[in-house]
């Protein structure tokens, strides 16, 4: 697995979400890198990862990060990132030190019990084209994740920018994280969790609700949470200055 390190002080390992890489981090990084060591992981298949079968099943991906992350720290999980960071946190609590879910939510999908989530029609739909087209794909899921922003033109030219970088995702990391995103639902451990928790999300987020933080505040009474304003799914481009401030406050809290 690829994890590359720079900056300096505390440690801080950040994942990304669903097709994306490391690169996708950049402008937040640079800033965040003035005062934190972060270690800025490309899940298998991703980015400079390479990809082995089975590499992204929750439990032996969380092996794999275990092996390769400092043993304390504080982790950032932007979307699919935060799901795997919540897995992470319930089997090794006593590893982070406090957790930032960025624009993630412990249960993507909708059901009888969670309304806070997206129809399960729309995941099905990606999965399925997946296997036809999946540079048209990436490309819609592209636009998904910038619309609604204030600043959508600019987010998707940056998104775009930061994915050309390194090479397409492995087709089969695609479809592994896919059904992580369709199928892990980790309410449960959320509510279960010790560690300091914030949740930043995007107010027009069009993958994740705003009444998801009210849903997750029940789940969690301890759990802090920021509504930025104007944001869609990818805050820390749309955003970046507003999110360095909310994670550096809780950080250093």
């Known amino acids: 697995m690829h994890i590359k390190v720079m900056g300096q002080g505390p440690d801080l390992v950040m994942l990304h979400g669903w097709s994306m890489n490391s690169a996708?981090?950049?402008d937040l990084a640079e800033e965040l890198a003035k005062n934190f060591t972060l270690?800025?992981?490309d899940l298998p298949g991703h980015g400079q990862s390479d990809w082995q079968e089975d590499a992204l099943e929750l439990q032996v991906l969380i092996e794999n990060l275990a092996a390769e992350c400092p043993q304390s720290a504080y982790w950032i999980g932007w979307s699919l990132g935060g799901l795997i960071s919540l897995a992470f946190a319930e089997h090794y609590p006593e590893r982070i030190k406090k957790l930032v879910l960025m624009s993630a939510t412990p249960c993507f999908v909708k059901n009888d019990d969670w309304s806070s989530a997206m129809e399960p029609a729309i995941f099905q739909a990606f999965a399925e084209n997946l296997g036809s087209n999946q540079a048209d794909t990436l490309q819609r899921f592209l636009l998904l994740q910038a619309r609604?922003?204030?600043?959508?033109?600019?987010?998707?030219r940056r998104l775009a920018e930061q994915l050309a970088?390194?090479?397409?995702?492995v087709a089969e990391a695609l479809t592994a994280g896919l059904n992580l995103?369709?199928?892990t639902d980790m309410r449960e451990q959320l509510s279960a969790l010790q560690c300091p928790?914030?949740?930043i999300l995007g107010e027009r987020d069009t993958l994740i609700p705003k009444e998801m933080l009210l849903a997750v505040s029940q789940l969690q009474p301890q759990i802090q949470?920021?509504?930025l304003m104007g944001a869609g799914?990818?805050?820390f481009i749309s955003q970046p200055n507003e999110c360095q401030n909310e994670i550096e406050h809780f950080l250093n809290d």
């Not at 970088?165 to 995702?169: G, L």
């Open 24 to 26: 996708v981090w950049h």
């Open 39 to 41: 270690h800025l992981v």
């Open 148 to 156: 609604g922003s204030a600043h959508s033109r600019e987010t998707i």
């Open 165 to 169: 970088v390194e090479q397409p995702p």
């Open 181 to 183: 995103l369709i199928n």
């Open 197 to 199: 928790v914030k949740m």
């Open 225 to 227: 949470t920021t509504l």
């Open 233 to 235: 799914h990818a805050p």
